[in-house]
């Protein structure tokens, strides 16, 4: 069956950086769309980037917008999520989705998650 494994998180400080990495595994991944979603405590999921799986495009949330970077390695069956410039907001668990269809920020739409993982952004 399809699997998604994130990792990458971490503890790092406002204005820092950290890349995101979620290992695809059970299907073919080039079929897929990708998708980063995070979850703040107390707060509702929130959809973050998407990254299309026929043409790349991309789509990001208004809030990470200019900061986030998607991007994929079909060689490698890998999404990726680069963040720059992060602030004490972005602290969350990160989850990476797989979508068999279009892009969307609506996490409802997704076919496979995986187990998240854990982004802390303080001083």
């Known amino acids: 069956q399809v699997q998604l494994v994130e990792s990458g998180g971490g503890l790092v400080q406002p204005g820092g950086s950290l890349t995101l990495s979620c290992v695809f595994s059970?299907?073919?991944?080039?079929?897929?769309?990708m998708g980063w979603f995070r979850q703040a405590p107390g707060k509702e999921r929130e959809g973050v980037s998407c990254?299309?799986?026929?043409?790349?495009?991309?789509i990001y949330a208004d809030s990470v917008k200019g900061r986030f970077t998607i991007s994929r390695d079909n060689a490698k069956n890998t999404a990726y999520l680069q963040m720059n410039s992060l602030k004490p907001e972005d602290t969350a668990v990160y989850y990476c989705?797989?979508?068999?269809?279009?892009?969307?920020?609506?996490?409802?739409?997704?076919?496979?998650w995986g187990q998240g993982t854990q982004v802390t952004v303080s001083s």
């Open positions: 059970g299907a073919p991944f080039y079929f897929y769309s």
């Open positions: 989705a797989a979508l068999r269809g279009e892009c969307a920020l609506v996490g409802g739409f997704y076919d496979y």
């Open positions: 990254m299309h799986y026929g043409d790349d495009s991309t």
